[in-house]
């Protein structure tokens, strides 16, 4: 612990940094700001990010995409960097550097040689810190955003995952798309974007993770020169708890949406609602998942498609976050198929819900849960995004051991009766193929 600068009534504020495992660390800034490093050594590689706790669910209707606007826009220059010298400084060093939104948090990254870390600490800190929101650049992104919400209703297989969420959520922010339509990105104004920024964006709220060749203390040092001087140095405050969401979802009565497309496939997701990442069950319906329609020797790929030959793509999946979440299966087939698909799939899901798995099925799941949590992890991008994860969505940390721990621990019984709760209840459908609402008026 070391001294840092003045708190209440004189007293001196803390550098709290703690040891969570041999090669893991991390520290509080006074001003509440976090940084989670681990250790790799052996690689000559670091990846470095810069993680915010919001994302689109903390939008209003009329801000809708404001998150991922505002994504676009930190990159377009602060006052010591152009947008191209922001690019320029990282791929001059052969890293390379990219952001993404999601429902509940944003991120901001990069990936570099072990020696050029404090360039990266540097370029990243600034572009989030000190973005200038030039409205000329606020116009230019308008158009690019705009441009991928019409690209993204071009893709009827991505399009379908969209309606299937909403058609779950209604018109909860869960719902809503995370790039906005264009309908609220068009009148969003610069004033409005800074305004969510300098809000939304504060320390609390920020966990950098760092994972590769490299000192913790000496990342420590490095981002808080980078920040030093900015709208985050100085304001003392403790971490943001994770979220727990502020009051209880109401989710839509099960229901049928189809889009009409003019599509040489129909998409289809079946399902309905989920549980929550924090639900200790998550570890059960991970095993559930697999065996489900999560590889080639699922239940639904074998049914629908080594079987029939009735669709290319075939899966399922659940989507969890901090006090909801969703289960759907997906297929891809041709239009003439679509109810045969359909038929397999609601019959597997009834047979799962009453009878179970078997034994060796649970056997199967967890070696497949297992290995996904530890091949996972082979890269130092992956790493740094476990530790913003946990520190972000969990609040704590816990180390692989301990994660298979749990999914061994998982029991026959478990997975039968999240079984039973998920697959057994109404579910909705979302359809995107050439098709009218009628056609489906019976599921």
Known sequence: MTASSRGPAGRPARVLTRTLQDTVKRTVLPSGLRIVTEAIPGTRSASLGVWVGIGSRDETPGMSGASHFLEHLLFKGTHKRTALQISAEIEAVGGETNAFTTKEYTCYYARVLDADLPLAVDVLCDAVADSIL????????????????????????????????EAIFGDHPLGRL????????????????????????????IVIAAAGNLDHATVV?????????????????????????????????PHTVVRNRDTEQAHVVLGGVG?????ERRFALGVLNNVLGGGMSSRLFQEIREKRGLAYSVYSYSSQYADAGLFGVYAGCAPGKVEEVLDLARTELARVAADGLTDEEIARG??????????????????MSRLAKSELLYGDWISVDDLLGRVDAVTKEEVDAIAAELLGQPMSLAVVGPFDEAQFTHS
Do not use: C
Request: glycine share 10%; hydrophobic share 30%.
């Open 221 to 253: 040092r490095l981002v808080r020169k980078a920040f030093a001087g900015t709208v985050f140095d100085g304001t003392q405050a403790e971490p943001a708890a994770p979220r727990t969401g502020t009051k209880r979802v109401r989710f839509q009565k």
């Open 275 to 279: 549980i929550g990442r924090r639900d």
């Open 366 to 383: 967890k070696g497949m849960v297992k290995g996904s949590y530890v091949l996972g992890l082979e890269d130092s991008g992956s790493r």
């Open 178 to 205: 995370i790039s906005g339509t264009e309908e609220s990105i068009t009148p969003m104004t610069r004033t409005q974007i800074n305004g969510f920024y300098r809000r939304r964006y504060t320390p609390p709220q």
């Open 134 to 165: 030039e409205p000329a650049d606020v116009e230019i992104e308008r158009g690019v955003i705009l441009e991928e919400i019409a690209m993204h209703e071009d893709e009827p297989g991505d399009e379908v995952h969209d309606i299937f969420t």
